[in-house]
T-cell receptor, first 114, second 113 residues
Framework: GAVVSQHPSWVICKSGTSVKIECRSL??????MFWYRQFPKQSLMLMAT?????????EQGVEKDKFLINHASLTLSTLTVTSAHPEDSSFYIC??????????FGNGTRLTVT | KQEVTQIPAALSVPEGENLVLNCSFT??????LQWFRQDPGKGLTSLLL?????REQTSGRLNASLDKSSGRSTLYIAASQPGDSATYLC????????????FGAGTILRVKS
């Protein structure tokens, strides 16, 4: 079946550095990708929606200059956490959909900022 | 604003027991409701999707019901197994938001052998 690959699965970085997370659809063309953030024992919170070839739409309260999203192709979207701080430590999950196909989720990325 | 609540937050049962997880949502204007499973440190696996016009969906030992007018859904797991241990998330697709999903905080299920 369709698979969404997210990389890396975990990353530790120093405060002030930037981290890039990739989300790839492996066997379908993802016209829309979603980025979520999940704090421990809390629900997934949608950060932004990206459509291939256009700018991402950010949810209220999400800083677009801090969380840069690029969806340059039908199989790849990236989330870059710029100038990361400890409070950005979280579990980031992407999901992807192509046309009317079901939504598929990646396995998530655990980000720890020291 | 759509809000999704799941009860209980955590549940521990012996193997073989039948169990019910509850989900409620504040706005009945939804396209569909989905139940997901999330294993620790992993992404989400879709279990069941119920369209707004449907009352229930079944897959194997899982049965999900939807009462849109009262803003409620239940996930019934029959003959639970240790492998069912995971976090179960309920999410609705609000008509107001199109493609987006609004998630509950989940129910952490532990099935003891």
């Amino acid at each position: 079946g369709a698979v969404v690959s997210q990389h890396p699965s975990w990353v530790i970085c120093k405060s002030g550095t930037s981290v890039k997370i990739e989300c790839r659809s492996l066997d379908f063309q993802a016209t829309t990708m979603f980025w979520y953030r999940q704090f421990p024992k809390q629900s997934l919170m949608l950060m932004a929606t990206s459509n291939e070839g256009s700018k991402a739409t950010y949810e209220q309260g999400v800083e677009k200059d801090k969380f840069l999203i690029n969806h340059a192709s039908l199989t790849l979207s990236t989330l870059t956490v710029t100038s990361a701080h400890p409070e950005d430590s979280s579990f980031y999950i992407c999901s992807a959909r192509g046309g009317n196909s079901p939504l598929h989720f990646g396995n998530g990325t655990r980000l720890t900022v020291t | 604003k759509q809000e999704v609540t799941q009860i209980p937050a955590a549940l521990s049962v012996p193997e073989g027991e039948n169990l019910v997880l509850n989900c409620s949502f504040t706005d009945s204007a939804i396209y569909n409701l989905q139940w997901f499973r999330q294993d620790p440190g992993k992404g989400l696996t879709s279990l069941l999707l119920i369209q707004s016009s449907q009352r229930e969906q079944t897959s194997g030992r899982l049965n999900a019901s939807l009462d849109k007018s009262s803003g409620r859904s239940t996930l019934y797991i029959a003959a639970s197994q240790p492998g069912d241990s995971a976090t179960y998330l309920c999410a609705v697709s609000p008509m107001e938001y199109g493609n987006k999903l609004v998630f509950g905080a989940g129910t952490i299920l532990r099935v003891k052998s």
